[in-house]
């Protein structure tokens, strides 16, 4: 590629990834060269500072006209622009959790790593929002991926953090190499790696022995990226990877990686599998027959979350299992493929990201002194701090669905896209209805400690540090505005992005 073509690039439209890959150069070679005595938590701004300006530029880019460079291996769509604001908010709220995290071993010596470890996992993810190509969203994908190991295994003294690590790098690993065959089969039958161009060469495939192989090929791909989602029954590393990583990692595995595993998942999914024709008497596109399997998962997904999760008293275990039973929830909009699926998955992250990390930053602040996360050290907390515990019942409200809060808004949308299709899938809408009711009694279970259980001795108030706050503040305002008006969110959506309509040009 010679130098006239590099500049006939319009690299405008990579301006949020080329701000936070900077960010992270600097960080890293700061947090070389500087001196030990030197706080990291500076850094920590920094990295802020970075993922707000990329915030900055994002926005600038919405007006953009859809368009894409490098051969079409980075596409700025609708999609990518209202995706990666979900990113990037999600990050910016992270990262004020881990300005502010002192467990009680002590992270001093790895909190600048932290930093440029983050937003590199960041970086990954930002590039698969906007990827046209399989390498370019393998390799996004394997960036944010490898980070995350990583990170999980941050607190190097502490055994649960190292098996967290250790089984995330194994499962991980797994589901990259089913992935990553899945991807192979696609490839070979089209000669090409470019999602639009594959669209074209199979929306012409006839060949039943072809189209069998293509759907070995989704399964394979849909399975691999089932890990990364933690859909059951690949779900089984989360609770441990959770549990035994820091609380701001686990905050971004919660929000921002499951954000990401469903952006690839769609560009995927609809690029590739959407133009594939079955056969038969009538040609329906191959995604659409494999809804039955999605539909199981889901199922399934909802169910094993939410029953498992009655029996953790671990606080960061019991919103592991929530994590996947809400997981299940957005897989039932995937499911449904409505006209609204965009929309309404796009606000059911947004209200997702919102009330669990608030709750997250809730928990981080009750257990990192103690060390101590059972469930229990949420006793009397409406007595040690009212507006703490008033905070934390407005976010788990949210996350059970009650009327009132985001929560609710986003549940609502996909029960009702699930069912305006045809067929209905009602089936599927009432184990909704009823992982939800269950749902209720752990969720519940936690606001009893806070307002009806005395505190333990020794106990005495809680003190706030900046980082925090704001972050608690945000989240807690956020998820009832968004419950309330709802529309303000919608009304943003249908001005800058039209519902995604140029997602497949």
Excluded at 209 to 235: E, N, R, T
Excluded at 394 to 402: E, K, R, V, W
Excluded at 413 to 438: D, K, R
Aim: aromatic content about 14%.
């Amino acid at each position: 590629m010679d130098i006239e073509t590099l500049q006939s690039f319009e690299w405008g439209m990579m301006a949020p990834e080329f701000i936070i890959l900077g960010v992270a150069t600097i960080l890293t070679l700061l947090d070389l060269f500087l001196p030990k005595r030197f706080n990291r938590k500076h850094l920590g701004w920094l990295a802020f500072a970075g993922v707000l300006a990329a915030i900055v530029s994002s926005v600038t880019l919405i007006g953009h006209d859809t368009d894409s460079i490098l051969f079409d291996t980075f596409r700025l769509d609708s999609f990518a622009k209202a995706f990666k604001l979900l990113l990037l908010a999600g990050a910016a709220l992270v990262l004020l959790l881990a300005v502010d995290y002192e467990p009680k071993e002590g992270m001093a010596e790895y909190r600048g790593e932290f930093f440029y470890l983050f937003l590199a996992a960041l970086l990954g993810a930002m590039m698969m929002s906007s990827s046209g190509d399989l390498i370019t969203l393998f390799v996004g994908l394997e960036l944010l991926s490898i980070s995350s190991y990583i990170l999980a295994g941050l607190k190097k003294q502490n055994l649960k953090s190292n098996e967290s690590a250790m089984k995330y790098v194994i499962n991980g690993s797994i589901s990259t190499a089913i992935t990553l065959f899945g991807m192979s089969y696609v490839y070979g039958m089209t000669g090409t790696t470019n999602l639009k161009a594959m669209a074209g060469t199979l929306a012409s495939l006839s060949e039943q022995q072809h189209i069998y192989i293509l759907g070995m090929a989704f399964l394979m791909i849909f399975i691999g990226l089932s890990f990364k989602l933690a859909s059951a029954p690949f779900h089984m590393w989360a609770p441990d990877v959770y549990e035994g990583a820091p609380t701001p990692v686990t905050a971004f595995l919660s929000v921002v990686s499951k954000t990401a595993g469903f952006i690839i998942m769609i560009r995927i999914m609809f690029s590739i599998f959407a133009a594939v024709p079955t056969g038969g008497q009538e040609a329906v596109p191959m995604l659409f027959e494999m809804q039955d399997y999605l539909a199981f998962l889901a199922g399934a997904t909802m169910i094993v979350g939410n029953v498992v999760a009655l029996r953790q008293r671990n606080i960061k275990r019991l919103f592991a299992y929530s994590s996947i039973a809400h997981a299940g929830y957005i897989l039932v909009a995937f499911t449904a493929m409505s006209y609204v699926m965009f929309d309404s998955i796009w606000f059911y992250m947004l209200a997702y990201l919102f009330m669990n990390l608030g709750a997250f930053a809730i928990i981080q602040l009750l257990t990192a002194k103690s060390g101590n996360e059972d469930i229990s050290e949420f006793a009397g907390l409406y007595r040690r701090s009212p507006l703490l515990a008033v905070a934390m019942a407005i976010l788990i409200l949210s996350l059970a669905g009650i009327p009132g809060t985001a929560g609710f808004i986003g549940k609502l949308n996909i029960f009702m896209g699930a069912l305006m299709v045809e067929p209905a899938h009602y089936v599927l809408v009432s184990i909704m209805i009823a992982a939800t009711v269950v749902s209720y009694f752990y969720y519940f279970g936690i606001m009893t400690q806070m307002f009806f259980r005395p505190a333990a001795e020794g106990q005495g108030k809680i003190r706030l540090q900046t980082g925090i706050t704001a972050a608690i503040a945000i989240c807690t305002v956020a998820t009832v505005v968004f419950g309330i008006m709802p529309q303000l969110a919608f009304d943003f959506l249908q001005t800058n992005f039209n519902q995604f309509v140029d997602f497949m040009q």
